[in-house]
T-cell receptor, first 114, second 114 residues
Framework: KAGVTQTPRYLIKTRGQQVTLSCSPI?????VSWYQQTPGQGLQFLFE???????NKGNFPGRFSGRQFSNSRSEMNVSTLELGDSALYLC?????????????FGDGTRLSIL | AQSVTQPDIHITVSEGASLELRCNYS??????LFWYVQSPGQGLQLLLK????DTLVQGIKGFEAEFKRSQSSFNLRKPSVHWSDAAEYFC????????????WGLGTSLAVNP
């Protein structure tokens, strides 16, 4: 079956703009998590959604938000973009919410801020 | 504070040689432990996981890892490395339960000489 699909793969924005990233999980998976990956900070957890509700949140400012739809697809929005938001944003899906549910990752969206 | 340390930023091995990637963690409760691999331009793939039971776990692609509670370590091993194993390897720790929040190491970059 199809894996986790993230769109777009690449995105270039300027400071102050906003951006929306999309993630389609594996069919049947109900949990979607988002991560930011940068060379300096590594992988950092943004948030997790399950059944259209945010269940867990990392330490990111309110400019970072997300939502999940009834078909489990998820979007992540970043407003008032800053240079430091340049990163690879990864989405991961799993069957359920528990820590024992392996996460399957998409190939990411690479966001560059000019 | 909870943390994961991968002491080796970069490792180079010859094809056919054995490999050990180190991972140390600091975690208050019994952790769930994971190893992921990331090839250039791609997302992360789960190699193996440890939840409980046998401390030596087998994963995909011929990898194994050993959980040593006394040393707070979860080192990844492979007896004979293939050129296709060149990639970035990440160790991660999570709590048990539904409040999943993966904490990641900064990764070890593996190069394989022919």
């Amino acid at each position: 079956k199809a894996g986790v699909t993230q769109t777009p793969r690449y995105l270039i924005k300027t400071r102050g703009q906003q951006v929306t990233l999309s993630c389609s999980p594996i069919s049947g998976h109900r949990s979607v998590s988002w991560y930011q990956q940068t060379p300096g900070q590594g992988l950092q957890f943004l948030f997790e959604y399950f059944s259209e509700t945010q269940r867990n949140k990392g330490n990111f400012p309110g400019r970072f938000s997300g939502r999940q739809f009834s078909n489990s697809r998820s979007e992540m929005n970043v407003s008032t973009l800053e240079l430091g938001d340049s990163a690879l944003y990864l989405c991961a899906s799993s069957l359920g919410q528990g820590s024992n549910q392996p996460q399957h990752f998409g190939d990411g969206t690479r966001l560059s801020i000019l | 504070a909870q943390s994961v340390t991968q002491p080796d930023i970069h490792i180079t091995v010859s094809e056919g040689a054995s490999l050990e990637l180190r991972c140390n963690y600091s975690y208050g409760a019994t952790p769930y432990l994971f190893w992921y691999v990331q090839s250039p331009g791609q997302g992360l793939q789960l190699l193996l996981k440890y939840f409980s039971g046998d401390t030596l776990v087998q994963g995909i692609k011929g990898f194994e890892a050993e959980f040593k509670r006394s040393q707070s370590s979860f080192n990844l091993r492979k007896p004979s490395v293939h050129w296709s194993d060149a990639a970035e390897y990440f160790c991660a720790v999570s709590n048990a339960g539904n409040n999943r929040k993966l904490i990641w190491g900064l990764g070890t970059s593996l190069a394989v000489n022919p």
